[in-house]
């Protein structure tokens, strides 16, 4: 496991291209046959992939974690981007579709993870830090119902499909889903905002050969990194997190921190980025 420390907002305006993308963007993550996981100080995330292949592929006990096993004082939501797979629980199968969801709580033990017989799951995992048990869940994407958000004049018509939230999969502090855009728009999360309260990481995933700007740091000294299929960007609580890309993609939002309230953000207009 990984482990990331953060650069002060003073820092990181200083910060070269590749330092920049080596303090806050994680490539890489899916690998044939592993599990990639790292654990940040940000709100103490732990985010991870998996790419399974032949054999079952077990969520292992890190002593970067400080416990005996994973989830014995942390909860964990898992997201599969692409082909069926499976997630097993305490000996419990659970079938994941594409963009299904499973959510784990506070003490389960022996999780492990395995491609289905007609192509490649690929499961995309946030796990953070919890004081409650809740039960393990699936939401079925088929059954995440949202309207669309945005203005099309814009360029940012976009629906926000959640899963683990206040009035979805309930969970001790762990929000999660993921964005998709309608045809012809290309701009997330714009106007920008920033989370004084929270953490907040995306991971950009279908966006084939093309590539996502993406805009981070404080809203008058902002930074970008150009980021490219699944790969994901971490961001603090200080840092704007908003992007536009050259084609048609989807991203993972997940958050942690002092609460579920989906709309606490601090705004940052337009006219007041630099």
């Known amino acids: ?92 199968r659970h079938e994941l579709g594409t963009l299904d969801c499973l959510y784990v709580g ?50 940012n018509r976009r629906r926000i499909n959640k899963y683990i939230h206040i009035d979805g999969i309930k969970s001790c502090q762990l929000v999660l889903g993921f964005t998709e855009f309608e045809p012809g728009s290309v701009w997330n999360t714009m106007p920008p905002h920033t989370h004084s309260r929270r953490t907040e990481v995306y991971l950009y995933f279908d966006v084939a050969d093309q590539m996502v700007v993406h805009l981070m740091g404080e809203p008058k000294a902002t930074r970008h990194l150009v980021v490219r299929d699944r790969e994901l960007v971490l961001s603090p609580a200080w840092s704007i997190h908003a992007g536009v890309g050259t084609a048609s993609y989807r991203f993972v939002w997940a958050m942690g921190g002092d609460n579920q309230v989906f709309a606490d953000m601090d705004p940052a207009p337009i006219s007041e980025l630099r």
Do not use: C, W
């Open 1 to 92: 496991m990984k482990l990331h420390y953060f650069p002060s907002p003073k820092q990181t305006n200083v910060l070269s291209t590749e330092e920049l993308r080596e303090n806050f963007l994680i490539e890489g993550l899916f690998q044939p046959g592993q599990i990639n996981a790292h654990y940040t100080d940000l709100d103490r995330m732990i985010v991870g992939g998996v790419l399974p292949t032949g054999a079952l592929i077990p969520l292992p006990s890190y002593k970067e974690t400080g416990t005996s096993f994973f989830l014995e004082r942390r909860e964990i939501g898992i997201l599969n981007l692409a082909s069926p797979g499976a997630v097993t629980v305490a000996g419990k």
């Open 106 to 155: 506070l003490g389960e033990k022996d999780i492990s993870f395995e491609n289905g017989p007609n192509g490649q799951a690929a499961f995309y995992f946030v796990s953070t830090p919890a004081h409650a048990k809740y039960p393990t869940t699936i939401m079925r994407r088929a059954d995440v119902k949202t309207d669309p958000i945005g203005d099309v004049t814009k360029a």
